[in-house]
């Protein structure tokens, strides 16, 4: 038995010891509702399914770089650590001297672990900008990809308005109404990057309960609001909010009860966007009696709720799900647009909260200093994607596309390198994943465990998990600040990316210019005491390193201003003016009417997807992230593993739905469209909207036949269903979170699920001398 050691995950902060066989875990004593997704953590280290040994797949091994069908199929062969370190290193020179820099892609999207030193997204950019001069990079996220481009020019930066904006202290003070489009789902609020020390926002939607605050969900599934919160659920079709919030806007402006003043003087086109709310501009008026058909839910309803917001205290939140979809701009923009015409934004516990609850970083508090990112260095290539068009860039090199009122050009990637993300979780239609990845001549990824995107790569790089290294835990809206002690030895042969990255820059002749001669010891001493240093500045002080390391744990002092943009701005909008191109909030944008994008106008507008249930796909599919684990992370865990059923992950049924189809509890179903099939376990439940199921994020890909072109997983990864298209010109994000599917109940043999076994793997044959 090893001592106890104080611990970090983007899900909480822990304390964890070697016992004889699994770890043991125990969540902070200050946690005051600690996630269950610590459980995940028991069993995963030695897992069989972590890899243990550099390996190369064996078409890249015997025929060198190229283009290569086979990748997701082959098998792989063990080599020596130095024989994967010099492939690799002599790969990337390769591509560097006869393509350059320009032709490697290092977005190397994901989340990797909470560890701020060993964060592998920042080690790989550090490695390619030190040893060939930078790489092609990705732009804004899979979580937030329309709101991070809209949101700019229509109030300010996404940080801004989502980490310093309404506080959860507000909304118990002082809201009366939380009007909720996606809800704000606990499983959600359990997670944030960089770490989360406590839990509070069940306590805080009790207590504004409990004064009286009123919570209404607007959402497919009941359980997005938690029943603390004593939400009225009203279930809407899926992609539907912005006909429903066009419509509250329609009867609040015809009622009488739009706040002139407020849109006179701190709005930006009002006068455009009210004509095209009441049809002057298209003759189409968006009443109440137009939304209902659209989200299926009564006109009445919708007429009754314009009248009940006004006059009151009231919070509109949209998740970031609603962005997550064809044209998922708009809801971002109307939510906004309908808290402005209820004159709200600046007010305590009023206004516009985009996407708070869906992470627990959002309606915090700020620490006054922030703990130091690992630094990138300098990117010399100034061509990017952004970062969901990753296939349409490896499928369509040269071809012209548009992004935010640019016209760009996808650059030809000879070579990915792939460190701390998935995208065989994270990308929409894996078929046509798989095969943009064919085209590269090189797949370059380090992982701790045989997922998916390891299982597509022809170098795999066997990575420590976080339990068997030292870091620091932190992120700026949480106090703590973690010392992450290393827990246990690294499983077989793994190595930290900054040591394979290390190794790798020696070979490049760049390892002093990588490393600048710090062990990662000396890197985690140096980023404490510029975080000392800035503490300093504001007459602060710490304690030194090896005392906090001892400790295990730091409070930071954090300031209080809450919603600083919008109070500042309402109380002096002259002197304090939003950082859009009029100062105020735009509800007519000229930058983007510039643009002129059909997908996109220059007021926020009601535009139906392309994609809509029909006869042979008549129900809506929500793929939201997953409760029992992060997003693909440890899905073989022991909380993730026990919430499958027959090794399969749960899809949420309407009972109407399922008796259509004869679907039972219980049953194994098949759930597919044009693209591809998963399978999943029916579980029938009036939680979730007719015309609508619902399977989570997260299970591993495991498809029957690797290199079928419509992939069927046996496992329940939604997205092999998912579509891969921009939510629209303007921003190009993710629009995984709907697809639509038909479902049939499965009758066949179960296929066995071996995502969770390694590959096949033969031994080297020919270890490298050296
Ligand atoms: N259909 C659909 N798709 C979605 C979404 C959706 O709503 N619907 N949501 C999207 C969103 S919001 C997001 S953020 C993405 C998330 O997508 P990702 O961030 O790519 O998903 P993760 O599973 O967190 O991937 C992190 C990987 O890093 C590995 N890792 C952990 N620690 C280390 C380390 O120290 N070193 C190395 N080398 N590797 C490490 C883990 O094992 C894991 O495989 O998914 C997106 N995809
Ligand atoms: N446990 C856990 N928590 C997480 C994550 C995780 O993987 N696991 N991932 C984290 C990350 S990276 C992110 S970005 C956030 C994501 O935060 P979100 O994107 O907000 O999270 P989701 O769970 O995908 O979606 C929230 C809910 O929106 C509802 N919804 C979907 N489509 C619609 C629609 O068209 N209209 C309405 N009104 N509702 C709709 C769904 O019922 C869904 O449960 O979550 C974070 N929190
Ligand atoms: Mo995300």
């Not at 499958?644 to 039972?664: G, L, T, V």
């Amino acid at each position: 038995m090893s001592s106890e050691k104080m611990h970090s995950s983007h899900w909480g902060v822990f304390r964890v010891s070697e016992g004889d066989h699994d770890l043991s875990v125990t969540a902070w004593g200050d946690d005051p509702d600690p996630s269950p997704l610590l459980g995940n953590f028991t069993d995963a280290a030695d897992h069989p399914v972590r890899i243990g040994k550099p390996a190369v797949r064996r078409g890249w091994l015997e025929h060198g770089p190229g283009p290569d069908n086979r990748r997701g199929a082959d098998e792989y062969i063990e080599v020596e650590w130095e024989q994967a370190l010099d492939l690799a290193a002599a790969e990337l020179a390769r591509v560097n001297r006869v393509f350059g820099a320009e032709a490697v892609f290092g977005g190397s999207y994901g989340w990797s672990s909470a560890g701020r030193f060993h964060h592998a997204q920042s080690q790989v950019h550090r490695f390619l900008n030190t040893t060939i001069g930078g790489y092609v990079r990705s732009v804004n996220s899979y979580s937030s990809g329309a709101a991070a481009v809209i949101l700019p020019h229509i109030i300010g930066e996404l940080n801004e308005v989502a980490r310093r904006g309404v506080s959860w202290d507000d909304i118990v003070a002082h809201t009366d109404i939380i009007l909720s489009f996606g809800g704000m789902a606990l499983k959600n609020s359990q997670v944030a990057s960089g770490g989360i020390s406590r839990h509070t926002e069940r306590e805080s939607m009790r207590l504004a309960a409990e004064r009286g605050a009123r919570f209404i969900n607007f959402s497919p599934l009941r359980s997005d609001m938690p029943p603390e919160a004593r939400a009225r659920w009203h279930a809407i079709a899926p992609g539907s909010d912005a006909a429903l919030m066009l419509a509250l806007i329609h009867d609040i402006v015809v009622n009488g009860d739009a706040d002139k003043a407020f849109l006179e003087r701190y709005c930006e086109g009002w006068s455009q966007f009210e004509d095209y709310v009441l049809g002057k501009a298209d003759g189409l008026a968006k009443t109440p009696q137009w939304a209902a058909g659209i989200c299926r839910y009564p006109a009445q309803a919708i007429a009754a709720l314009a009248r009940e917001l006004a006059e009151k205290r009231v919070l509109i939140t949209v998740s970031h799900s609603l962005q997550r979809a064809e044209h998922g701009e708009q809801p971002v923009w109307l939510g906004l647009a309908l808290a402005a015409v209820l004159g709200q934004p600046g007010l305590p516990g009023g206004g516009y909260a985009y996407a708070l609850g869906a992470i627990g970083h959002y309606g915090k508090h700020h620490n006054i200093v922030a703990f130091p990112p690992f630094p990138q260095g300098v990117n010399q290539v100034n061509t990017f994607i952004p970062v969901a068009r990753v296939a349409d860039m490896l499928l369509h090199p040269g071809e012209h596309y548009d992004f935010n009122g640019q016209r760009l050009t996808y650059p030809h990637i000879r070579l990915a390198w792939w460190a701390g993300g998935n995208p065989f979780h994270h990308h929409q239609d894996l078929g046509r994943l798989r095969r943009a990845f064919s085209q590269l001549d090189t797949l370059i990824v380090h992982e701790p465990f045989w997922t998916a995107t390891a299982r597509h790569a022809d170098i795999v790089l066997p990575a420590t998990m976080t339990l068997e290294r030292d870091d620091v835990g932190g992120t700026p809206t949480d106090p703590l600040l973690v010392a992450m002690q290393k827990v246990r030895e690294p499983q077989g042969e793994a190595r930290d990316d900054y040591t394979i990255f290390s190794a790798l820059a020696r070979r490049l002749g760049a390892e002093h210019t990588f490393t600048q001669g710090r062990s990662s010891q000396q890197w985690l001493r140096h980023l404490y005491r510029q975080m000392q240093d800035k503490l300093g500045q504001h007459g602060l002080s710490a304690p030194d390193f090896d005392t906090f390391w001892q400790a295990g744990s730091l409070l930071l002092p954090q300031t209080k201003d809450g919603d600083r943009l919008l109070r500042h701005f309402r109380a002096d909008p002259g002197g304090a003016p939003l950082p859009t191109p009029s100062g105020k909030i735009e509800l007519f944008s000229r930058t983007i009417a510039g643009f002129g994008y059909a997908d996109c106008p220059g007021h926020p507008a009601w535009l139906a997807a392309r994609q809509q249930p029909d006869a042979h796909h008549p129900l809506w599919l929500i793929a939201n992230q997953p409760a029992t684990r992060l997003h693909s992370q440890l899905d073989f865990g022991q909380w993730s593993a026990s919430h499958k059923q027959n090794e399969r992950e749960i899809c949420q049924i309407h009972p109407c739905d399922a008796s259509k189809r004869a679907i039972r509890n219980g049953d194994i179903v098949k759930i597919f469209n044009q693209r591809g099939a998963l399978l999943a376990c029916a579980r029938i439940t009036e939680d979730i909207m007719s015309g609508v199921v619902q399977v989570p994020t997260g299970a591993w890909f495991a498809p029957l036949e690797p290199l079928a072109d419509k992939p069927f997983c046996v496992h329940g990864n939604p997205n092999v269903v998912t579509s891969d298209t921009g939510t629209s010109s303007l921003a190009q994000g993710c629009t995984g979170q709907i697809a639509i599917v038909e479902i049939v109940k499965f009758d066949g043999p179960l296929p066995a699920m071996n995502a969770f076994k390694p590959p096949h793997l033969t031994k080297g044959l020919n270890p490298a001398s050296e």
